[in-house]
Structures are given as C-alpha cells and as structure tokens.
C-alpha cells in the first residue's frame, strides 16, 4: 500500500507554492512591461500626460503603475531607456558605418531626428529632471555611434580635422535641442526644421552636401 510521509507533503507543498511564486513573479512581470509599454506611448508623445492616463492606457490603476515605478521621474527614466533601444537599434540597421562617412551622418542624423520627431519626450523638460549619471548612461550608445562616426570623417578628410569630436557631439545634441524648440514654438515646420538642421550640422562639421 502506497503511504504518503510526511516528506512527500512538503515536497509537494514547496512544489506548489514554488509554482503560485513564479506565476506572481510572471503575472509581475507582465504588468510591469504593460505598464512600460503604455508609458511609451503616452508619454513618449504627450511629455505632460498624467500616470493616471498612463494607468488607463495600460489598463491598471494608478497604484499598480507606482508600484512598478515608485516615482514619474523613474518611470520616464524607464520610457527613455526604451526609447534608447529603439534608437540603437535602428541606426545599426541603418548601416551608417557603410558608404562616405557624410551619408552615414547624414543617415544617423534622419533617423534621430525622426525618433525625436516621433517623441516630443526627449526633449521635453522634463527629461531634465533625470539623474546625470543616468541621462549620460542613457545617451551613451547613441553618442558613441555619432563620435565614431566623426573620426572616421576627420581621418578621410571630410570633416574638419581641427576640431574636437567632443565639441562636434555637444554642437550636435545642441542644435537638435534648438530644433526641438523651434518646432514647439511653431516658428518652423518639422520639414523646415530637419533642413536647417541638416545644413548647420555639416556646416559645423566642415562637410559637404553629397551629390
């Protein structure tokens, strides 16, 4: 006759409580990319957007959103990470290694401007408000991938050799913020904008328009 020890019952008691702790951990885990998700969406696009529409976007309530992300500053932390990722990986798709290093410029320029264009977050004021550390932490792949770029351009000659990468990746992030403050301003179109952006930064750069 089969006897159940008392052994047994504890091995089946952890198994079960180990199953209901990873389906919590999962269930978790689920909320918390819902809620980022949404966050992206919101206010990737609508910078001044409250957590509540963010809540009803990810459809939990606004406790829920707290809980993942104790606090707005941390949740829009979160929202540029993800948005950073995407960026990345777009311009890595965009193959700006490839070609004369002022059509890959001009390559990394067209798809940042277009993620800026697509979220008014980055740079909107409240991205300010982000630790340093982590904004610099953020912005580093990014960054990285323009500063290559920029030697690459000194060492073929057509960029200007005499100027710090450094100085032309502070010029660059500048300008894209004055941009950004036209068009919130609606002193010019985003067309208009993307233009004069891309004439100023290959005017800095000493570059020329390809033919």
């Known amino acids: 006759m089969y006897t159940i020890t008392l052994g047994?019952?504890?091995?089946n008691m952890s198994d079960v409580t180990g199953g209901r702790r990873r389906r919590r951990r999962s269930d978790a885990e689920r909320s918390a990319g819902a809620v980022l998700?949404?966050?992206?969406?919101?206010?990737?696009?609508?910078?001044?957007?409250?957590?509540?529409e963010v809540a009803a976007a990810a459809g939990v309530t606004r406790q829920t959103v707290y809980a993942?992300?104790?606090?707005?500053?941390?949740?829009?932390?979160?929202?540029?990470?993800?948005?950073?990722?995407?960026?990345?990986?777009t311009i890595d798709a965009a193959n700006v290694d490839s070609d004369t290093v002022t059509e890959a410029l001009l390559r990394w320029l067209d798809v940042t401007w277009r993620l800026f264009d697509r979220y008014p977050l980055l740079l909107h004021p409240s991205v300010t408000a982000i630790d340093q550390a982590d904004s610099d932490r953020q912005h580093a792949p990014v960054i990285e991938r323009l500063e290559r770029l920029i030697r690459r351009g000194q060492a073929s000659g057509e960029f200007d050799g005499t100027l710090n990468p450094a100085w032309l990746v502070a010029a660059t992030i500048a300008l894209g913020h004055a941009a950004g403050g036209e068009i919130a301003a609606a002193r010019m179109t985003t067309a208009q904008t993307a233009a004069a952006l891309r004439h100023s930064i290959l005017r800095v750069y000493g570059a020329h328009e390809p033919r």
């Not at 047994?8 to 091995?11: E, F, H």
């Not at 998700?37 to 409250?50: E, F, N």
């Not at 992300?69 to 960026?87: G, H, K, N, Q």
């Open 37 to 52: 998700d949404a966050a992206v969406q919101v206010l990737g696009r609508h910078p001044d957007a409250k957590v509540e």
């Open 68 to 89: 993942h992300y104790p606090s707005r500053p941390l949740l829009v932390a979160a929202v540029i990470d993800r948005i950073t990722a995407e960026a990345v990986a």
């Open 8 to 11: 047994d019952k504890l091995d």
